[in-house]
């Protein structure tokens, strides 16, 4: 795993400005920095349990001190990993945690988007079962009415 700066070095994309040599810009495959949403919702459920505090008494105490307001289910999405912590909201978890950006966030570089990673393994799987049900069905067609 990296971080900013380690992906900075590299002379790619890097978040959304270019950085690096313009002639390299016609690479198919970037260097991005990406949050690591699973890892870096471990950390903030590690922080929130040696805290012994309840999602709902983390949110009470983000709330209670006048951090941050989210709800029990935005703090549940994000600990499990299956949403992004946006830069304002890290900036008040960490304040409220009393930690540095570094010790909550953890940063990853990727070749291809989010997104894109996991759809690809969606499509693939999809286009086979079509592929094999309309093979199915035309041969069963081209039997039954003698074709082959």
């Keep these: ?5 380690e ?7 890097n978040g959304n400005k270019y950085c690096g040599d313009p002639h390299k ?3 198919r495959f970037f260097c991005r920095y990406a949050q690591d949403r699973l890892e870096t919702g471990a950390r903030l459920a ?4 040696e805290m012994n505090l309840t999602q709902q008494g983390f949110v ?10 989210i709800s029990r289910t935005t703090l549940w999405i994000w600990e499990s ?5 946006g830069d304002e909201e890290i900036e008040a978890l960490c304040a409220a945690l009393g930690c ?7 940063y990853r570089t990727r070749e291809i988007d989010d997104e894109r990673d996991q759809l690809a393994p969606l499509i693939i799987t999809y286009f086979h079962t079509l592929t094999s049900i309309c093979l199915r069905r035309c041969s069963s067609f081209f039997v039954n009415w003698r074709f082959l």
């Design 60 to 69: 009470d105490f983000l709330e209670d001190g006048g951090y941050l307001r």
């Design 81 to 85: 990993g299956r949403g992004k912590i």
């Design 46 to 49: 590690r922080f929130r349990t």
């Design 25 to 27: 810009a016609a690479n």
């Design 1 to 5: 795993m990296a971080n900013k700066k």
């Design 7 to 13: 992906c900075a070095k590299n002379n790619r994309f």
């Design 100 to 106: 540095h950006r570094d010790e909550l966030v953890v």
